[in-house]
């Protein structure tokens, strides 16, 4: 089965130049305006969207905007095109969502390309993005002291000065261990909170 792929344009030219452009790459469907696609994004899997720049300009980048939120929850890019190879401003668009740019001239194994890239550019996680969930997690690493007493650990590794103390071991510890050793274990816990 294709990926599909929603084509938004107002001009029936550019929407069928891009149809036959990536006809035999991705199940196409052309839409007029930004709100006639987000039904479509809303019922139905959605792997990317081209937006012809005009008509994400005359919104001021509303879907771009929209889809490229934290809590909207697929990644979908929003990828800008120009028939006429128009002056993009780049910073511009990317600050307001634009995932990438297209700009002629138009070729099948470039064009897919980007699509394919700018697909696996949203699906994956910045180190940022990954620094930030694991900030939301409780403490995450647990070290066992020459004790034998769990150090609950961030991911910070604020703890650990090198030469401190020589006996700690880094070790992963599976939900059981953990709760063989339950009492240290919520001792250690409120000990790294303060």
Same mark, same amino acid.
């Given at each position: 089965?294709?990926?599909?792929v /929603?084509?938004?344009?107002?001009?029936?030219l550019?929407?069928?130049? #891009?149809?036959?452009?990536?006809?035999?790459?991705?199940?196409?469907?052309?839409?007029?305006?930004?709100?006639?696609?987000?039904?479509?994004?809303?019922?139905?899997?959605?792997?990317?969207?081209?937006?012809?720049?005009?008509?994400?300009?005359?919104?001021?980048?509303? /879907?771009?905007?929209?889809?490229?939120? %934290?809590?909207?929850?697929?990644?979908?890019?929003?990828i800008a095109?120009?028939?006429?190879?128009?002056?993009?401003?780049?910073? @511009?668009?990317?600050?307001?969502?634009i995932?990438?740019?297209?700009?002629p001239?138009?070729?099948? @194994?470039?064009?897919?390309?980007?699509?394919?890239?700018?697909?696996?550019? %949203?699906e994956?996680?910045?180190?940022?993005?990954?620094?930030?969930?694991?900030?939301?997690?409780?403490?995450?690493?647990? /070290?066992?002291?020459?004790?034998?007493?769990?150090?609950? #650990?961030?991911?910070?590794w604020?703890?650990?000065?090198?030469?401190?103390?020589?006996?700690?071991?880094?070790?992963?510890?599976?939900?059981?261990?953990?709760? !063989?050793?339950?009492?240290?274990?919520? !001792?250690?816990?409120?000990?790294?909170?303060?």
């Amino acid at each position: 089965m294709m990926e599909k792929v /929603l084509i938004i344009a107002k001009d029936p030219l550019e929407t069928g130049q #891009m149809r036959t452009l990536l006809a035999g790459e991705f199940d196409i469907a052309c839409f007029e305006t930004e709100e006639q696609a987000m039904r479509e994004i809303e019922q139905v899997p959605i792997y990317a969207v081209l937006e012809e720049l005009r008509v994400a300009q005359a919104s001021g980048f509303g /879907l771009a905007n929209r889809m490229s939120r %934290k809590d909207w929850r697929a990644a979908i890019p929003v990828i800008a095109f120009s028939s006429n190879g128009e002056d993009i401003r780049h910073d @511009d668009c990317l600050h307001k969502g634009i995932s990438d740019f297209l700009l002629p001239p138009f070729s099948v @194994d470039l064009t897919v390309k980007r699509i394919h890239n700018a697909t696996r550019s %949203k699906e994956s996680f910045t180190f940022a993005e990954i620094e930030s969930i694991l900030q939301e997690l409780p403490s995450n690493i647990f /070290l066992k002291d020459s004790e034998g007493k769990y150090i609950f #650990m961030t991911h910070y590794w604020r703890h650990l000065k090198p030469g401190t103390n020589t006996k700690q071991t880094v070790r992963g510890k599976t939900d059981l261990e953990i709760r !063989k050793d339950k009492g240290n274990a919520l !001792k250690a816990m409120e000990t790294d909170r303060q």
